[in-house]
Nanobody, 118 residues
Framework: QVNLVESGGGLVQPGGSLRLACAASGRIFSIYPMGWYRQAPGKQRELVASITSTGSTNYADSVKGRFTISRGDAKNTVNLQMNSLKPEDTAIYYC????????????WGQGTQVTVSA
């Protein structure tokens, strides 16, 4: 079993910044792809950013140049630095760890609310 715990969400004004963090724990014996999805009210969940086990990154077009995903110092931790936030970034952000290659499973965090509003 793998558990993911997210932190760092909150309320911020447009143009502000937030940093999300996600830490995975449990039966993890390697470094796995991780990333962040988000879901706004009435919308489908969308991929925001991802990072492979070797450090390659991928971003949604809507956040390129504003968000940065990175690995933390501990194994299987990931951060999302969000700058120049816009009201349309308001959503619940979910961290995931992709273990499909070895176990066929993808694990999710509980979600953290990000609200961008004046």
């Amino acid at each position: 079993q793998v558990n993911l715990v997210e932190s760092g969400g909150g309320l911020v004004q447009p143009g502000g910044s937030l940093r999300l963090a996600c830490a995975a724990s449990g039966r993890i014996f390697s470094i796995y792809p991780m990333g962040w999805y988000r879901q706004a009210p009435g919308k489908q969940r969308e991929l925001v950013a991802s990072i492979t086990s070797t450090g390659s990154t991928n971003y949604a077009d809507s956040v390129k140049g504003r968000f940065t995903i990175s690995r933390g110092d501990a194994k299987n931790t990931v951060n999302l630095q969000m700058n120049s936030l816009k009201p349309e970034d308001t959503a619940i952000y979910y961290c995931y760890l992709d273990q499909t290659v070895t176990t066929g499973l993808k694990y999710w965090g509980q979600g953290t609310q990000v609200t961008v509003s004046a």
